[in-house]
């Protein structure tokens, strides 16, 4: 079992910045995938971005290309999520997820393949 417990959302104006923490309770670095999904109301949850075990490789949504990067720090068990340049349309419920065993890369930001959720840190951007 995996417990993600996320942290640092917030209300923020367009165009600032936000840096979102997720923290493992166990060693996740080479052996998960981790991801970050996101969700507004009345919409489903979809993926934000993926990174591989190890930092091998990094899968975006194109809504956030350019302004968002995962990062997976292996000495504190946390996953990142930096996120510039914030638009209205960020607004949502982030969740950090984590998957054991391969996951085509095709599938990555597919919410039904991840085995553990954290509880969801809130962003909100205004304009």
């Known amino acids: 079992q995996v417990q993600l417990v996320e942290s640092g959302g917030g209300s923020v104006q367009a165009g600032g910045s936000l840096r979102l923490s997720c923290a493992a309770s166990?060693?996740?670095?080479?052996?998960?995938?981790m991801a970050w999904f996101r969700q507004a109301p009345g919409k489903e949850r979809e993926g934000v971005a993926v990174i591989y075990p190890g930092g091998i490789s990094t899968i975006y949504a194109d809504s956030v290309k350019g302004r968002f990067t995962i990062s997976h720090d292996n000495t504190k068990n946390t996953l990142y999520l930096q996120m510039n340049n914030l638009k209205p349309e960020d607004t949502a419920m982030y969740y950090c997820a984590a998957r054991r065993g391969p996951l085509p890369s095709r599938y990555g930001l597919g919410r039904n393949y991840y085995n553990y959720w954290g509880q969801g840190t809130q962003v909100t951007v205004s304009s």
């Open positions: 166990t060693y996740t670095y080479s052996d998960y995938i």
